[in-house]
């Protein structure tokens, strides 16, 4: 038997090492010996594998082994590399197979962690497929392609490889023992899953995902990114962002000693995070980059019996954050639910609602951030004055071009009898200026769709300047609540709005927006029927319309609550919510939709627990240019309703 496999029964590790010739010198004097070129791993998926080792080279010749401990090596002499591998083994009455590879010799191991790498490195849908038919082509595209997505798992795990002291570890060449340490502990911790069109990895400890991504396109992921239940469990009024280079940022309300702070973080799995507000009670964090990672956190913080708006800028070269600034004025009255916009420069925009004394009366309030000069702009009031005005939303595109939108009262809000209302729109650009007042909740002929606008905004627009906008309204109070939209072409204007519902007999409650770069749009919201709720979904098709409304999940699933939606430039969305079933409890729930499949199965990203003693907060789901998507959750004790 060549000394290769001798090692094997001499080795505690994986395999030989670097090579042939230095490991066997070491051991065995055989001139044949030292001169071999080997390959040897360990096959493992928490335990190790008993079964069949196969190799298959660049040219097609094919190799194989059984083994009993996962330990395997092969000798390389006449094959081509690079190598995929695949380990093969029955589970109970189920064909069970991992796959791995390998440029050359030495170690390659094969894992659930090597299987997720490889298939995402492959851009194919069935490895299986890419083994029976191997060709040099494909081998070299994989093999270019494994670096970054073994730098992108590394990323996935960061935090567990981190506790299991293997941080930065490649799994494919790491060496490890079957001591349930290590890279042997983790990989007890990790279930590899397919089902409903993706691959997924979890945690079997408490089931949350690790990451999840489409079989189609595996580097369409969504991943938790250095957020786990702990973190869920004390943080309210979440907000997200995520820079060109996929690092997420995540800012939060937390509650210490007594008080509401606003605490900040980066989602590398390394931070701490910081606190960024000071004085009294904070909340309602808004998130966003510039082109150049440069971030901004806006928040609303109660002081002197009023709540006003406050900003930090982070620069990146510094990678430090300026003082806190404070926007609306503290002897005005109290400012309100503020949004926040940047486009690729840097230049931002802060938008709030703010009461001027008179009872339920508001206005919308704007300041301006201009990067040529480093400041914030004295802040402006932008509606009329007149009649009241809220829930103001802000969207800028890259080049700084955008809108206004919000929800206007036919009166200045201080009657006792419900009023009227309409959805309001400014056109606007990161260098302040604004374009002229439109009412767009009306038809072709200036009807107003509505007399009853509920607000519950939502608000996109892409890099070409295209908008779409949504709302929630009745024709009479004691009618239900549907989904309507209008959509802003840049050579053609504001279109008539239309309604998107499916059923008007049922509420339509909290719809969600995202745009694609050529115009698409995909609109999620949550319907609640007499017994139960469901996800709504409709999608738009630049130069057709807006489709047969359909959903993104049945209520035969549970209740479907809080939906939150990205979307990547080329049109592939995820969308995230919480599902409350018969069960009495409460999961994080992940589907996505694209664009060669349509919509996928809905999965569970994360139990959270029974939903009597826990009040979940909507989750938060961002997207960077790659299609990567980081999803967050939180829940608050103190609370007593969900966060509208």
């Known amino acids: 038997m060549r000394c290769a496999v001798t090692l094997l029964v001499i080795l505690s590790l994986a395999g030989c090492g670097g090579g042939g010739a230095d490991t066997c010198d070491s051991l065995n004097s055989n001139a044949a010996c030292s001169t071999a070129v080997t390959l040897s791993g360990l096959a493992a998926q928490g335990p190790a594998i008993s079964g069949r080792i196969y190799l298959m080279d660049s040219a097609g010749q094919e190799h194989s082994m059984d083994t009993s401990n996962g330990q395997f090596s092969f000798d390389l002499a006449g094959l081509q590399p690079p190598l995929l591998l695949k380990a093969q083994w029955t589970d109970g009455k189920d064909m069970q197979r991992l796959y791995s590879f390998a440029s050359a010799e030495g170690i390659a191991n094969i894992t659930p962690l090597t299987h997720f790498a490889v298939a995402t490195a492959s851009a194919t849908q069935s490895l299986d497929a890419l083994y029976a038919a191997p060709s040099a082509p494909a081998f070299a595209a994989l093999q270019a392609a494994l670096p970054g997505a073994v730098g992108r798992l590394q990323g996935y795990l960061q935090a567990l490889m981190s506790q299991y002291k293997v941080a930065n570890a490649n ?43 489409p079989l189609s396109n595996l580097a369409l992921s969504v991943d938790p990114a250095g957020w786990d239940a702990g973190d869920a469990a004390q943080a309210a009024d979440l907000g997200l962002a995520i820079n060109s280079q996929g690092l997420g940022l995540v800012a939060w309300s937390q509650r210490s000693n007594g008080q509401y702070l606003i605490k900040v973080r980066w989602l590398n799995g390394m931070d ?60 005005a009255g109290s400012s309100h639910l503020p949004d926040l916009a940047v486009d690729q420069g840097g230049n931002a925009i802060a938008v709030w609602h703010q009461d001027d004394g008179r009872q339920s009366h508001f206005d919308g309030w704007l300041s301006q951030y201009a990067v040529a000069g480093g400041a914030w702009a004295a802040p402006h009031r932008f509606t009329d004055g007149g009649n009241s005005a ?37 056109s606007l650009s990161s260098a302040g200026a604004l374009g002229a007042l439109r009412l767009v909740n009306a038809d072709g002929l200036g009807q107003p769709l509505a007399a009853y606008v ?73 319907v609640q029927t007499e017994y139960s709720a469901y996800g709504a979904t409709n999608r738009y098709v630049a130069g057709s319309g807006w489709g047969t409304a359909g959903h993104f999940v ?7 609550l809080a939906p939150s939606l990205t979307m990547d430039t080329k049109g592939n969305a995820s969308v995230a919510w919480f599902r409350w079933s018969d069960g009495n409890s409460v999961d994080l729930m992940l589907n996505r939709y694209l664009l060669d499949i349509g919509w996928a199965q809905a999965q569970v990203f994360a139990p959270l627990g029974v939903k009597s003693t826990i009040v979940q907060r909507p989750p938060s789901v961002a997207v960077d240019g790659a299609g990567q998507a980081l999803l967050l959750w939180g829940s608050d004790m103190d609370a007593v309703a969900s966060w509208l």
């Open 454 to 526: 509920y607000g519950q905004l939502a608000l996109a627009v892409n890099a070409s300047g295209a908008a779409g906008l949504l709302w929630s309204q009745r024709l009479l109070p004691s009618l239900p609540m549907h989904v309507a939209a209008a959509q802003y072409l840049p050579d053609r204007g504001w279109q008539a709005a239309s309604t998107i519902s499916r059923d008007l007999q049922e509420d339509g409650h909290s719809p969600q927006l995202a745009l694609d770069a050529a115009g698409n749009a995909i609109a999620v919201w949550q």
């Open 272 to 331: 701490a995070g910081q606190t960024l507000s000071a004085g009294g009670d904070a909340g309602n964090p808004r998130l966003a980059f510039d082109g150049a990672g440069n971030a901004f956190a806006l928040w609303v913080q109660s002081s002197n019996g009023r709540t006003t708006v406050w900003v930090r800028r982070y620069n990146v070269v510094s990678a430090q954050w300026s003082v806190a600034h404070q926007l609306s004025s503290d002897t």
């Open 171 to 213: 799994p494919i060449t790491a060496r490890f023992a079957a001591t349930h340490t290590g890279m042997d502990g983790l990989l007890d911790r990790i279930v590899l899953s397919t089902a409903g069109g993706s691959m997924t990895l979890s945690d079997r400890d408490s089931g949350t995902t690790l990451v999840a991504a």
């Open 554 to 560: 049945d209520s035969k699933l549970g209740d479907a």
């Open 390 to 426: 809220f829930g103001i939303k802000v969207a800028l595109n890259p080049s700084g071009v955008g809108l206004l939108a919000w929800q206007q009262l036919r009166g200045d809000g201080t009657a006792v009898t419900s009023q009227m209302a309409d959805i309001a729109v400014r």
